[in-house]
């Protein structure tokens, strides 16, 4: 059964950084396509960012371009989301999800498997 698991959310003020990490187990993550969703308050589960099996494809919203960048260590069973120049329009719960394969999809649709979700909160 594939788990996910994410940390590193937090209070930040605008401007500030974080690094979240999402912590797989139960499955051989390098066979997986992982990704990174937000849902603030009141809005739709939407796209953050994406990375394919090997780190050959990554794929971000462009309301994050320039600002975060999605990684993995396959080896460690690990995916990574940095978080750079936080805005308060940042501001939301962050999710980790993960597919079986290695294509990226945007959609939530695309993904099976998601963790519990990590809030964060930017200040201004």
């Known amino acids: 059964q594939v788990s996910l698991v994410e940390s590193g959310g937090g209070l930040v003020q605008a401007g500030g950084s974080l690094r979240l990490s999402c912590a797989a187990s139960?499955?051989?993550?390098?066979?997986?396509?992982m990704a990174w969703f937000r849902q603030a308050p009141g809005k739709e589960r939407e796209f953050v960012s994406a990375v394919t099996w090997n780190g050959g494809m990554i794929s971000y919203a462009d309301s994050v371009k320039g600002r975060f960048t999605i990684s993995r260590d396959n080896t460690r069973n690990t995916g990574y989301l940095q978080m750079n120049t936080l805005k308060p329009e940042d501001t939301a719960v962050y999710y980790c999800a993960a597919r079986l394969g290695r294509d990226y999809y945007t959609s939530v649709n695309a993904y099976l498997h998601w963790g519990q979700g990590t809030q964060v909160t930017v200040s201004s």
């Open positions: 139960g499955c051989t993550l390098s066979a997986y396509t």
